[in-house]
């Protein structure tokens, strides 16, 4: 109450005059958890408003791995990811470890409506030959239904007379091999340790992981998600998944590949050694175009430009057995 020259004035705050319905839609455009936290201790109303956001972004900052002999991609994934697990998974054992409020479990058990959740790790898993370029887009369920990957080795400029690229079919395919079974690696390792995030909250109805580096994808829709619970059992489990791999075992795969030498995009620039590749598991694996896949995955900028040039080009067929 304020008192002006002998009359009462009632004081009021603009935002208790919103509604509730409202201020969620601020509290889910706003989405980022931490962010969100801090809203928390604004007021009493956003105490309790703040656990009801349906959309989440959560980053997590730093990872440090436990081994130091990562010479391998292998060991490099299995380390990266078993520090992010740990922190992902709540110990059952109270301990001094898991009641710090930096943990993401315990984080995103603050909240509880989660619709729509993103996490982004703070790097890519990849660490390949110097000047490639891998970009990857996984789809899960209870195992992986598609994954597209677009790879090139460097962009040069125009320049470059094209009688001067050497053209390595053999050498080429074997990396374009590698850089796809290295994606699927990482597709499946990311996979792995969302595995508990979705279970212990069943509400949600689409799950993205991504990393600050733009490599790869891994989104999980709310059919994929169904099936991900439905075989959250241990002797499902033990089917599905890799423990000491701590990745989600790839099932035997159709690999449709298409490549060209060198790309001319706008301005003049030039991707050496372009390949697009759409996996599929063998037994199901959708109806859905491998253009609209592709595109859906880089639908923008010159990494779009390079997939709408590829997907004109002759397509070679490849089969891999699960590992």
């Not at 996984?138 to 994954?147: D, M, N, T, Y």
Request: some cysteine; hydrophobic content about 40%; aromatic content about 6%.
């Amino acid at each position: 109450m304020i008192i002006i020259k002998n009359q009462m004035v009632e004081s009021t705050n603009g935002f208790d005059q919103l509604p509730d319905s409202l201020i969620l839609l601020i509290f889910n455009s706003i989405s980022d958890i931490k962010t969100l936290i801090c809203c928390r201790s604004v007021s009493k109303r956003f105490d309790s408003l703040v656990p009801q956001t349906e959309s989440l972004s959560l980053k997590v900052d730093c990872v440090i791995s436990p081994e130091s002999d990562s010479g391998s991609l292998f060991t490099l994934l299995k380390s990266l990811l078993k520090s992010i697990h740990d922190l992902l998974k709540p110990d059952t054992k109270p301990t001094t470890r898991n009641q710090t409020q930096n943990s993401p479990a315990r984080i995103l058990n603050q909240f509880d409506r989660i619709r729509d959740l993103q996490i982004e790790l703070p790097a890519g898993d990849l660490k390949l030959e110097k000047g490639a370029v891998i970009k990857w887009r996984a789809e899960f369920g209870k195992s992986l239904k598609s994954c597209v990957v677009l790879g090139f080795r460097r962009v040069a400029n125009s320049e470059r007379n094209n009688a001067e690229v050497e053209i390595d079919f053999a050498g080429g395919l074997k990396t374009r091999v590698v850089w796809t079974i290295s994606a699927l690696i990482a597709a499946s390792a990311r996979h792995y340790l969302l595995n508990d995030v979705v279970k212990e909250h069943r509400e949600i109805e689409r799950l993205v992981l991504v990393d600050r580096e733009g490599e790869g994808t891994v989104a999980m829709e709310k059919e994929g998600l169904r099936e991900c619970r439905e075989e959250s059992g241990v002797a499902a489990r033990g089917v599905d998944f890799q423990e000491e791999g701590r990745r989600t075992v790839v099932p035997s795969v159709r690999m449709r590949m298409r490549h060209e030498q060198r790309v001319q995009l706008k301005d003049g620039v030039w991707v050496e050694g372009v390949t697009l590749v759409v996996v599929r598991p063998c037994n199901g694996g959708g109806d859905v175009e491998d253009a609209e896949l592709a595109l859906g995955a880089f639908g923008g900028g010159i990494f779009g430009e390079a997939v709408q040039v590829l997907l004109k080009n002759e397509s070679y067929l490849l089969e891999m057995n699960s590992f």
